[in-house]
C-alpha cells in the first residue's frame, strides 16, 4: 500500500526543537522528492520546502531557511523535518507529501501524509 | 494574504454546479500549471485535479479543472453532500522561486 506514515503529536516549550518523521511504503522512496507543508490552525497550506531523496538536497521556501532543516535516512525510507526556537506561531499541521511531476517547475503533491500537530506552549 | 487569490467561502444545492476561482498572475498561474487539493474536514488534503485539468485516478469525473491567463478554475457538477470540504489551488511562483497556494476556499453544501 502507498502511503506516508508520519509521527505523532508533539508539545513543545517555546525555545525547543522537534523532529518530525515520515515514512514512506508501497513505493521506490529516492524516485520521488520529498515536500513539507504546514497549516496554522484555522489557516491554509503553507509550503515549507523539499528534499531531494536520491541526492539529499534540500530546498527552503523563502522565509523558512535556518529554522527548518530537511534530512533523510534512505535505509528505512523515511524523511525528516527538523524545527528549531520554536515559538507560539510555529504551531500547526505539518504534512509531508510527495512530489510528482517533470521540471523544476511543473509537478504537484500527488501523496500526503496524514500530519503531525506540533503544539508549541508553555 | 496568499499570492494566489480564491474566494473563501462557496455553496450550492445537491445536483447543482458550482465553480471556485483561483486568480493569480504571470509569474505563477500565467506561465506554470495548477493543482487542486481537496481537505475534507480533520484530514490531510487530497490531489484533485493536475496540470491544469488532469484528473488522478480515482478522481470522479464531476470534477474538472480549467486555466486560463493568470486564472484557474475548479468546477463540480451533480454536487453531492460528501464534496462539502475546502479547495485549494496551487502553482509555482517563478518571482518568489516556491510553490504557493491560494487561501482556500470552503464549500457548503446545503
Known amino acids: 500500500q502507498v502511503q506516508l506514515v508520519q509521527s505523532g503529536s508533539e508539545l513543545k516549550e517555546p525555545g525547543a526543537s522537534v523532529k518530525v518523521s515520515c515514512k514512506a511504503s508501497?513505493?521506490?522512496?529516492?524516485?520521488?522528492?520529498m515536500n513539507w507543508v504546514r497549516q496554522a490552525p484555522g489557516q491554509g497550506l503553507e509550503w515549507l520546502g523539499w528534499?531531494?531523496?536520491?541526492?539529499?538536497?534540500?530546498t527552503y521556501a523563502q522565509g523558512f531557511t535556518g529554522q527548518f532543516v530537511f534530512s533523510l535516512d534512505t535505509s528505512v525510507s523515511t524523511a525528516y523535518m527538523q524545527i528549531g526556537s520554536l515559538k507560539s506561531e510555529d504551531t500547526a499541521v505539518y504534512y509531508c507529501a510527495r512530489k510528482r511531476g517533470g521540471t523544476s517547475r511543473d509537478w504537484y503533491f500527488d501523496l500526503w501524509g496524514r500530519g503531525a500537530l506540533v503544539t508549541v506552549s508553555s | 494574504q496568499s499570492v494566489l487569490t480564491q474566494p473563501p467561502s462557496a455553496s450550492g444545492t445537491p445536483g447543482q454546479r458550482v465553480t471556485i476561482s483561483c486568480s493569480g498572475s504571470?509569474?505563477?498561474?500565467?506561465?506554470?500549471?495548477v493543482s487542486w487539493y481537496q481537505q475534507l474536514p480533520g484530514t490531510a488534503p487530497k490531489l484533485l485535479i493536475y496540470?491544469?485539468?488532469q484528473r488522478p485516478s480515482g478522481v470522479p469525473d464531476r470534477f474538472s479543472g480549467s486555466q486560463s491567463g493568470t486564472s484557474a478554475s475548479l468546477a463540480i457538477s451533480g454536487l453531492q453532500s460528501e464534496d462539502e470540504a475546502d479547495y485549494y489551488c496551487?502553482?509555482?511562483?517563478?518571482?518568489?522561486?516556491?510553490?504557493?497556494f491560494g487561501g482556500g476556499t470552503k464549500l457548503t453544501v446545503l
Open positions: 496551487a502553482a509555482w511562483d517563478d518571482s518568489l522561486n516556491g510553490r504557493v
Open positions: 528534499i531531494s531523496t536520491d541526492t539529499g538536497d534540500p
Open positions: 496540470f491544469n485539468n
Open positions: 504571470s509569474s505563477n498561474i500565467g506561465s506554470n500549471p
Open positions: 508501497g513505493y521506490s522512496f529516492t524516485d520521488y522528492a
